[in-house]
């Protein structure tokens, strides 16, 4: 069994920063790519960043130069710093990892930005 779980949502201001961090645990023999993905409220979920084993990375354009993505093979973990956040960032934010060829989501972290 396989298990994603999400952490370091919350509310910050305008212009703050959050980092969230994705655990994977279980049954893993490899880990293919890992991700964020974001869903606001009456929206579609979308790519925030992506990240492959060997390190390459993705970002949609909403994040460039504000959002970095990272991850550390060793411990199975995903990380998103998310910098100069706008109100238009307030969704939940989800975990996606391609793990033994099937992919996992987690259960999500919601990430509220006031103006």
């Known amino acids: 069994q396989v298990h994603v779980v999400e952490s370091g949502g919350g509310l910050v201001q305008a212009g703050g920063s959050l980092r969230l961090s994705c655990a994977a645990s279980?049954?893993?023999?490899?880990?293919?790519?890992m991700g964020w993905y974001r869903q606001a409220p009456g929206k579609q979920r979308e790519l925030v960043a992506d990240?492959?084993?060997?390190?390459?990375?993705v970002y949609a354009d909403s994040g460039k130069g504000r959002f970095t993505i990272s991850r550390d093979n060793a411990k199975n973990t995903v990380s998103l710093q998310m910098n100069s956040l706008k109100p238009e960032d307030t969704a939940v934010y989800y975990c996606?990892?391609?793990?033994?060829?099937?992919?996992?989501w987690g259960k999500g972290t919601l990430v509220t930005v006031s103006s």
């Open positions: 990240i492959n084993s060997g390190g390459r990375t």
């Open positions: 279980g049954s893993i023999f490899s880990i293919n790519a």
């Open positions: 996606k990892a391609v793990i033994n060829s099937v992919y996992y």
